[in-house]
């Protein structure tokens, strides 16, 4: 996902990343699970993201798309 300042990138090993757009400079980042299983939406300000895990099987995160803040999970 990309706004205007940021790009959001998640990985396999259950890291979500927020990389300044300009410079590729790391800006903040978050282990949320086994495995980021889908690739961020962003919409008002929040990112959703599908993070699976082993046991049961995943969950929907959401967190503050300027500070990494869960908001839910």
Same mark, same amino acid.
């Given at each position: 996902?990309?706004?205007?300042?940021?790009?959001?990138?998640?990985?396999?090993?259950?890291?979500?990343?927020?990389?300044?757009?300009?410079? #590729? !400079? /790391?800006?903040?980042?978050?282990?949320?699970?086994?495995?980021? @299983?889908?690739?961020?939406? %962003?919409?008002? #300000? !929040? /990112?959703?993201?599908?993070?699976?895990?082993?046991?049961?099987? @995943?969950?929907?995160?959401? %967190?503050?798309?300027?500070?990494?803040?869960?908001?839910?999970?």
């Amino acid at each position: 996902a990309i706004d205007d300042r940021h790009v959001y990138i998640g990985d396999y090993a259950g890291w979500l990343y927020a990389l300044d757009r300009n410079d #590729g !400079r /790391l800006v903040w980042q978050r282990r949320l699970g086994g495995s980021i @299983g889908s690739s961020p939406v %962003l919409w008002q #300000g !929040r /990112l959703y993201v599908g993070v699976e895990t082993r046991d049961p099987d @995943g969950f929907l995160a959401c %967190l503050d798309a300027n500070t990494s803040e869960e908001i839910f999970e």
